[in-house]
């Protein structure tokens, strides 16, 4: 059967994405501060400029968040729908990139992102500049610190879990709870993890001994600073479906309710996997591991913390089905949040959206279902 076949619905409008932008240009914010002027202008100058821009092209300044906090500042699940997000990884720390991202999502679909995704290290401390241009845009920033850069075959490594677990990080985390504390007394919550995918091969801190007393060790840091009341704790697992050669039994490296607000089920329909075929649905790869967390944690929230399909002609029906499949075979998903990234893991792993991708999901998130931030 071909794919299109077998895929629920298959998506094909021709219309144009609405945008701001002028003719023949690309306009990053407005006022014609446009992408070449804003990347060689002063960054607080250029930032300061769009944030106290255009009401025509819903500014960045104090627009309603549709996430809400318990009392005590964590992140509660919506009783009903599901929050959109997207991780667009191209800088550790860039306040330029964080506004470049909001204005492209805004413009491809129409509204912003309720959860954008930023990728930190350890050694470089929470990306606060970054965090604050997201809260001021009502979108919920995703903080995920690495402790190591990249794949292990770099070997450029900030802190391994032996060195957290034994205090030789110490020095770090404390000024990330700091930081995460101040922030979150000024701005609100944040969705948080930390050595993410500890389930599968291929990061530095990756299926050793130490990885589950790692996250509990920088956790607890976070909780003697205070900063726990605002950081919403994500574990994230990597589903073993398709990649069994490479992934373990995800509750091999769970660190205890304690330590987890919500759980993050990661999935990548990635075609350079001999096991993912072109026809493979988001649902196949999901089911077990999602009976499995819903089975052995049934009062924690489960989000889809990272998901995305190879580029190509069937990327839009995969897209398709995938946010269809959320909806109905998951309704405990309460956010997905898809990897619009590529990665240097094995090579290169590229899950991007195009311009056509982006237009079917436009079509997808016009149902009320899916949560973003509509100012």
């Not at 409008?13 to 945008?19: Q, R």
């Not at 549709?66 to 929050?83: H, N, S, V, W, Y």
């Not at 700091?178 to 995918?197: I, M, N, P, Q």
């Not at 900063?227 to 769970?254: G, H, I, M, S």
Request: hydrophobic share 40%.
């Amino acid at each position: 059967m071909h794919l299109a076949q077998k895929f629920r619905v298959q998506t094909g409008s021709k219309h144009e994405s609405e945008s701001c932008t002028a003719e023949g240009e690309h306009q990053l914010p407005t006022q014609g501060i446009y992408r070449r002027t804003f990347l060689q202008a002063g960054i607080s100058v250029a930032i300061a400029a769009y944030l106290g821009s255009l009401p025509s092209c819903a500014a960045l300044s104090g627009a309603p968040s549709p996430i809400t906090e318990t009392a005590g500042g964590k992140i509660t699940p919506p009783a009903d729908g599901c929050l959109v997000g997207f991780y667009r990884e191209g800088s550790f720390k860039d306040q330029m990139l964080v506004v470049a991202t909001i204005e492209h999502y805004r413009e491809a679909l129409g509204a912003k992102p309720s959860i954008l995704a930023v990728l930190s290290l350890l050694d470089r401390g929470f990306p606060t500049a970054e965090a604050v241009l997201m809260k001021k845009a009502g979108i919920t920033p995703y903080i995920n610190i690495a402790p190591a850069l990249e794949h292990r075959v770099h070997l450029n490594l900030n802190a391994n879990p032996a060195d957290i677990v034994h205090g030789r990080a110490d020095r770090n985390i404390r000024r990330l709870a700091e930081d995460a504390l101040d922030f979150g007394r000024k701005h609100g919550s944040y969705f948080f993890t930390t050595l993410v995918e500890s389930n599968a091969k291929w990061w530095l801190w990756s299926r050793t001994l130490d990885t589950v007393n790692a996250y509990r060790y920088i956790w607890q840091m976070f909780e003697e600073q205070g900063a726990n009341r605002y950081a919403t704790w994500v574990w994230e697992a990597f589903c073993p479906e398709k990649y069994q050669t490479y992934v373990d039994d995800p509750e091999l490296y769970y660190p205890g309710d304690r330590h987890v607000d919500w759980i993050g089920i990661n999935i990548f329909a990635n075609l350079k996997n001999r096991q993912v075929k072109p026809d493979t649905l988001f649902t196949e790869m999901m089911s077990a591991t999602y009976a499995q967390m819903r089975r052995n944690h049934p009062e924690k929230p489960i989000m889809v913390s990272e998901f995305g399909r190879t580029p190509g002609d069937e990327q839009r029906p995969w897209l398709t089905d995938a946010y269809a499949s959320i909806r109905t075979d998951f309704p405990t998903l309460k956010a997905a949040i898809y990897y619009d990234n590529i990665t240097k893991i094995y090579g290169g792993q590229d899950h991007t959206l195009d311009a056509h991708s982006l237009r079917t999901l436009r079509e997808v998130f016009a149902d009320p279902y899916w949560i973003l931030v509509k100012r």
